[in-house]
């Protein structure tokens, strides 16, 4: 019989709703919550959803969860689980512990005891991991009010981290957030995407890994692989599924950026990628940037999916809102079948485009709330919030 785990795929919050589509899209049965979406599911859809996530930070396992009221209590329960078949004894392992608002309310004494347990449960104590050590096991115990819960990461690597951005630009975009806007901007593979704002290039990489369908875990460390669960044999055949050969649609994949530094980050990472051919790369202006100031030479029809300085990079004040109308005013010469789609750390900001824009979705990075603003008309995957801004 196929063992089924309880499963947690972590994500920004206000990303819920576009994760738990992709779950769906997986097979798998998600409830959202707070930060995330639980979903059951057996080793074949954890790899698989390890692999094929966009908009995940991490997929842990829940290991298990009880009351528990006391320090001892929590040692002799943690014992009874299965840490021979969930731990290697090659990989060491590293324990971290939170509490609130419970009797058990000393985080390093709870992570004590829970090193205790699993030396009981394995008959020798765990290989201590350094503290910076990438490749250690993570077992995650969380107790708030006074309910433990015990949970193993299934990955190394967080599932942002997709391996291909080595080079960074100025105020760097986490992938997965890129991600998510394009899927709620509605762009689909095979439309025009521009980003006059790429900075190291995340956006349009993103955009060209969904039209070529490679998977956006290809590049990391495999699932699992520290822990007890790896099965290669299972592994190989999700990356055969995920398609073994893709190849590139070379649609129109514009991108742009007036540091040519960035430009140059912005070719590395896709080149690591695999995707430097589909992507048309310049070191301009938006002024300058040759679909918007000679529209007779862009495609009909596309997306403007972008992440705007918002008063690092470029001066605030009136210099950054002429940015956005002139942003605004180009696009307008686009015609009719254009789109857009930008990331807002101010929404009055936002308004100089001067199109009507409503908000996919918000959430915080960084300390720093975001919101998604996109086309008012646009339906796109994901949530569908009623206001307009």
């Not at 990438?134 to 990955?155: G, K």
């Not at 995340?202 to 998977?215: F, G, K, R, S, Y």
């Amino acid at each position: 019989m196929t063992e089924t785990f309880a499963l947690f795929a972590a994500c920004l919050p206000g990303l819920e709703p576009l994760l738990c589509d992709e779950l769906k899209d997986l097979g798998a049965a998600p409830t959202a919550v707070a930060g995330g979406a639980t979903f059951q599911g057996d080793l074949r859809l954890l790899f698989t959803a390890c692999l094929q996530l966009g908009t995940a930070s991490h997929v842990v396992i829940r290991v298990a969860g009880f009351p528990c009221r006391a320090l001892g209590e929590l040692e002799r329960k943690a014992a009874l689980l299965p840490w021979s078949s969930l731990l290697r004894a090659d990989v060491p392992a590293r324990v971290r512990a939170v509490c609130k608002r419970s009797r058990i309310w000393h985080s390093g004494a709870a992570e004590e005891r829970l090193e205790n347990a699993i030396a009981k449960g394995l008959g020798r104590a765990p290989r201590r991991a350094e503290a910076e050590d990438p490749d250690a096991a993570v077992i995650a115990v969380r107790i708030v009010d006074d309910h433990v819960t015990i949970s193993l990461d299934a990955t190394t690597t967080p599932l942002h981290r997709r391996g291909w951005r080595l080079a960074t630009a100025k105020a760097p975009l986490r992938e997965d957030l890129a991600h998510a806007l394009l899927l709620a901007s509605g762009w689909q593979p095979g439309q025009a995407l521009l980003d006059p704002f790429c900075g190291a290039g995340t956006i349009a990489i993103e955009a060209a890994c969904v039209a070529a369908d490679l998977a956006p875990g290809r590049l990391r460390p495999p699932p699992c692989r520290h822990l007890g669960l790896w099965n290669e044999r299972l592994w190989q055949d999700v990356l055969t599924a995920a398609r073994p050969e893709p190849t590139i649609d070379v649609s129109h994949l514009a991108a742009s950026d007036r540091d040519a530094g960035a430009i140059e980050d912005a070719r590395g990472n896709a080149e690591r990628a695999g995707v430097a051919a589909a992507i048309e790369f310049r070191c301009c202006a938006v002024s300058a940037q040759p679909w918007l100031a000679t529209p007779a030479a862009a495609p009909p029809n596309g997306t403007l999916v972008t992440n705007p300085p918002f008063g690092v990079r470029v001066a605030g004040g009136e210099q950054l809102a002429s940015l956005y109308q002139s942003l605004g005013h180009r696009l307008q010469g686009l015609g009719a079948g254009w789109r857009l789609a930008m990331l807002a750390y101010d929404v009055r900001m936002a308004r100089r485009v001067g199109r009507p824009l409503r908000s996919a979705f918000a959430t915080r990075i960084g300390g720093l709330g975001i919101a998604a603003m996109i086309d008012a008309e646009v339906t796109a995957k994901g949530p569908d919030p009623a206001a307009s801004v």
